[in-house]
């Protein structure tokens, strides 16, 4: 059974850094991505970055400058480094794992980032 939970996420004024981290189990498909999404309130869920087990790293342009996606095998776990945070960055963070062999979804419970002037 995959298993998928988020940390990291809190409080931090404009300007300020969180790294996220979106840690996994149970994946036993040979290809697969980890996403990271945000839905602030009243919005729909939107994409942040994704990386793939055997391919590149995509980050959405409007944040590619500032967030950074990278991940540790060896613990399982993907992260999500933002920088220079605005207040339109407060979200409640999501990680995803999709199978790219079943196309099976996974989501995490979400981390809340506040971000306040």
């Known amino acids: 059974q995959v298993h998928v939970a988020e940390f990291g996420g809190g409080s931090v004024q404009a300007g300020g850094s969180l790294r996220l981290s979106c840690e996994f189990s149970?994946?036993?498909?040979?290809?697969?991505?980890i996403a990271w999404y945000r839905q602030a309130a009243g919005k729909q869920r939107s994409l942040v970055g994704t990386i793939f087990n055997r391919g590149p790293t995509n980050v959405e342009d409007s944040v590619k400058d500032r967030f950074t996606i990278t991940r540790d095998n060896a613990r399982n776990t993907v992260y999500l480094q933002m920088n220079s945070l605005k207040p339109e960055d407060t979200a409640t963070y999501y990680c995803?794992?999709?199978?790219?062999?079943?196309?099976?979804?996974?989501w995490g419970q979400g981390t809340q980032v506040t971000v306040s002037l």
């Open positions: 995803h794992v999709r199978s790219l062999d079943t196309l099976q979804d996974y």
């Open positions: 149970g994946i036993t498909f040979s290809r697969y991505a």
